[in-house]
């Protein structure tokens, strides 16, 4: 197949969160499948253009490989030069309907100009999901009758952004009124692009199989569960993957020491360095937890700020990297003063210290209120490290409870969504950390287990071939 992945974000290049990881791993696990790909996002005013050689193609488009041949192209224009993605400490940009209209249309006139015609475009999220209806538009205005254009499928990273905006910007989008209805980009008087984008598709997925069922409810469907059960019959679960060739404790040149499911004492010598280098006094029998994540409510930051000073009490370490709603790095802030020898806590984005905080904690914390999917869970599993989790989305597919089952557990999971309950889970796992032979056996439990992009690539691809036969049977 020919496949053309349009996205807001993707590794190396442009991150803000599990959206670019995705966007990262997926085409080079697609080519390894034999089909060819194409990548295309906004060239930010960060894109790391460092470490690929870019050309231009002409003044709108540069272009680079990625892996073993995975053409990645970037659209440009000075709405995209700033210093955020998506906005600044003031909020969101104000443009963003235009910014994210303009890489649309420019995403599909790049595949006109480079003559590649895909069999299917895959779009994220809602700064991609006007693709589908520009789609469809052009088939029914352009395109000869017995041309075929080529099928969409939407990926839905987290329902909670839907790009809304005010119904008088929609000139801005380049269509006309007719597609603000109930069946279109309506949204309570209001355009939603990512509701545009769930009703015009020709297949949709969520990134857990549970996330898929959560969102069809009204506690987790955010004003769309509607919109999706319209449409439940063409709507699943793919759960992401991990790209091991990043996160891997043997070959990471990140972390201070590498190790393997053989050597797991050299993830002693990790935690001891990590001590030291975050001014914690260097203990390898202190259980000591690891946060990596934005600092925002959804992540479940507000349990962890309430339950560091139990945490501290019990004699256990905290190290947290992160940053987010300035009253979560205050109140972070505040504990490092009061608990200097116990909670480290860095603000800033820092690739190194995240690899290291996953290859020298014991425990990770991911609390989520909601998980779509969640990547922190599973790359901790790879370098030995114990996820503590909330029972919701992705979590809860990928992490079985060691309290439940000992013998086959792969973290500690609990259902309550208050602090009280993620402490039970921490003072669970710092119970079985003391029996040091059960401890490694859970370690090395979860080294093993394998969620490698390949299988979900195989799935997305299967994906491909349903959207191409419902666009099939839509046109005929």
């Not at 791993?25 to 690929?52: D, M």
């Not at 992705?394 to 309290?403: F, H, I, Q």
Request: charged share 25%.
């Amino acid at each position: 197949m020919k496949i053309a992945l349009c996205t807001s974000e993707a590794v190396p290049f442009a991150k803000t969160g599990g959206l670019a990881d995705v966007c990262g791993a997926l085409p080079q696990e697609l080519e390894a499948l034999g089909h060819e790909v194409v990548l295309i996002l906004p060239k930010y005013q960060s894109v790391r253009t460092t470490s690929f050689l870019f050309k231009p193609l002409d003044d709108d488009y540069d272009m680079t490989l990625y892996g073993e041949n995975v053409r990645v192209f970037l659209v440009k224009h000075d709405m995209f030069l700033r210093a955020g993605l998506y906005g600044d400490s003031f909020g969101d940009y104000p443009d963003n309907l235009r910014r994210f209209s303009y890489f649309c249309g420019k995403s599909l006139e790049l595949l006109d100009k480079i003559a590649f015609t895909p069999d299917v475009i895959h779009c994220h999220d809602w700064q991609t999901s006007l693709l589908p209806l520009y789609v469809k538009e052009r088939a029914r205005t352009s395109l000869p009758r017995a041309a075929k254009p080529p099928a969409t499928v939407l990926t839905i990273h987290n329902m909670a952004y839907q790009g809304i905006f005010p119904k008088d910007k929609l000139p801005e989008t380049g269509l006309g009124w007719e597609y603000f209805t109930m069946s279109g980009l309506e949204y309570y008087d209001k355009i939603n692009l990512l509701k545009g984008g769930i009703l015009h598709a020709d297949a949709l997925n969520t990134v857990s199989l549970t996330y898929s069922k959560e969102v069809q409810t009204e506690e987790f469907g955010c004003g769309l569960e509607g919109v999706l059960a319209q449409r439940k019959d063409v709507f699943c679960g793919i759960v992401n993957g991990v790209d091991y060739k990043t996160w891997n404790p043997q070959g990471d040149k990140l972390i201070f020491k590498n190790y393997t499911i053989k050597t797991p004492q050299d993830k002693k010598i990790n935690k001891l360095k990590l001590q030291a280098a975050c001014n914690l006094p260097q203990d390898e029998d202190v259980l000591l937890l690891g946060f990596v994540g934005r600092l925002v409510e959804q992540k479940g930051v507000e349990l962890i700020l309430n339950m560091i000073p139990e945490c501290v009490r019990a004699g256990m370490q905290v190290v947290v990297l992160g940053v987010g709603d300035p009253k979560y790095e205050a109140g972070l802030f505040s504990l490092v003063q009061q608990y200097a020898h116990n909670v480290f806590f860095s603000s800033r984005f820092d690739d190194r210290l995240a690899h290291q905080i996953y290859a020298g904690s014991d425990v990770f914390l991911m609390p989520s209120q909601f998980e779509p999917c969640g990547i922190g869970q599973m790359i901790s599993f790879k370098y030995g490290t114990i996820p503590v989790v909330y029972k919701t989305g992705g979590l809860a597919d990928t992490v079985k409870d060691v309290s439940a089952d000992p013998d086959k557990g792969s973290g500690f999971v609990f259902s309550s969504f208050h602090a009280k309950a993620l402490f039970a889970s921490v003072l669970a796992a710092k119970k079985l950390f003391a029996k040091k032979a059960a401890w490694q056996d859970l370690m090395k439990r979860v080294m093993r287990l394998n969620f490698s992009w390949k299988e979900s690539a195989r799935k997305y691809a299967a994906l491909y071939e349903k959207a191409q036969r419902l666009s099939q049977k839509a046109r005929i």
